[in-house]
């Protein structure tokens, strides 16, 4: 499922009769649109039409519940209202995922809740790096490919990675972000910095949840970015952001950022580092790319399940057709395979 970016949060709480917060999740309400339709500015306006007609509800690693005793039902009542509140106004519920429960029984009734709901499974993949290695382990796991590029950069010290802080490191990522998206013909997430700040930046980076780094050059120049979420001892990979200056010079910026990021996640006592999703059989020359280059940082490939229901089924034909349409623009307009996926590599 592709989004047009913009999504607006809505909590669902279950309380016990005291008051007490037993579980909770965070829905993620969005719309559809295909990326390379919504990027010609000509079919833009069609925005509001697809929020209204189109809309979808996603969440990530939900619900949270944090009573044992009652797992099973403050589970199912939490998923029992997100499905009763979606119906009212979405025509899907696309590819939610569950938390990583260590308890295999959790797991398969969180599982089992979805299915009696009627929501479809289906397989996904992600690389996890674990974090609780000796920084020697971490490095020794690296692909012989990683470990070089990162000697060169190391022994050249031309650039610097930093945290994302300040207003001028939020528009300098942004402006990688779109100058990203562009050059490899996507939608553009947050068209404008006011976007990028008030809909996706602020307020979870106030609450530690959001973080990013930076690389640029000893001069300034920006190279590379990347956002990522880091809560309850696990890091996730949000949005990759790399310049053309970067690539055409050869700096390996997101090398250098995901070296430095398991150093901070490892230094902060975090366990895993979650690469966020890799196409195992994939025939798409870009896709499997990023499965090698994501692959090269030692990481164990995982498993798991994502969930989706369908509650519009002429929708979900339409969104399809548009889906496919998409797809043919892209296939026409797309660049040699080796500029989009040079940084990658």
């Known amino acids: 499922m592709v989004t047009g970016g913009g999504y607006r949060p809505r909590y669902l709480v279950a309380e016990n009769e005291g008051g007490q917060v037993l579980g909770q999740l965070l829905m993620l309400d969005g719309f559809f649109a295909a990326p390379d339709i919504m990027a010609n500015p000509r079919l ?78 289906q397989r996904e993949t992600t690389f996890q790096l674990d974090l609780g290695r000796t920084t020697e382990d971490l490095w020794q796991g690296l692909k012989s490919s990683a470990r070089k590029n990162l000697r060169k950069l190391q022994e050249g010290g031309r650039l610097v990675v930093a945290p994302l802080e300040g207003p001028a490191d939020v528009n300098c990522y942004w402006e990688m972000l779109v100058e ?55 890091i996730q990979e949000l949005g990759v952001a790399y310049t053309e200056f970067g690539v055409r010079h050869k700096l390996y910026g997101q090398d250098l950022i995901k070296w430095e990021l398991m150093g901070w996640g490892h230094q902060r006592g975090f366990r895993v580092y979650d690469l966020m999703g890799v196409e195992v059989d994939s025939a798409d020359p870009k896709r499997r790319a990023i499965y090698q280059f994501k692959e090269k940082w030692g990481g164990q490939l995982v498993e798991y399940a994502s969930y989706s229901k369908v509650y519009s089924p002429w929708r979900a034909a339409v969104v399809r057709l548009g889906t496919r349409i998409g797809r043919r623009l892209r296939d026409g307009n797309r660049r040699p395979p080796s500029a989009p996926t040079r940084e990658e590599r």
């Open 180 to 234: 990203t998206q562009r050059r490899s013909r996507r939608f553009i997430s947050y068209p404008t910095l006011a976007d990028f700040e008030n809909k996706f930046w602020s307020r979870p980076h106030q609450q530690g949840v959001l973080q990013g780094m930076l690389v640029r050059t000893r001069e300034g120049d920006p190279v590379a970015g990347l956002c990522f979420r880091a809560y309850n001892g696990w």
């Open 44 to 121: 833009r306006t069609l925005k509001p039409l697809l929020s209204r007609a189109f809309g979808i509800t996603t969440w990530m690693q939900g619900p949270l519940v944090f009573s044992k005793e009652r797992f099973a039902e403050v589970h199912a009542a939490l998923l029992d209202q997100a499905n009763l509140r979606a119906g009212w106004g979405v025509f899907q519920i696309g590819r939610v995922t569950l938390p990583f429960y260590q308890e295999v029984a959790l797991a398969q009734r969180a599982g089992e809740v979805l299915l009696e709901l009627g929501f479809a499974p």
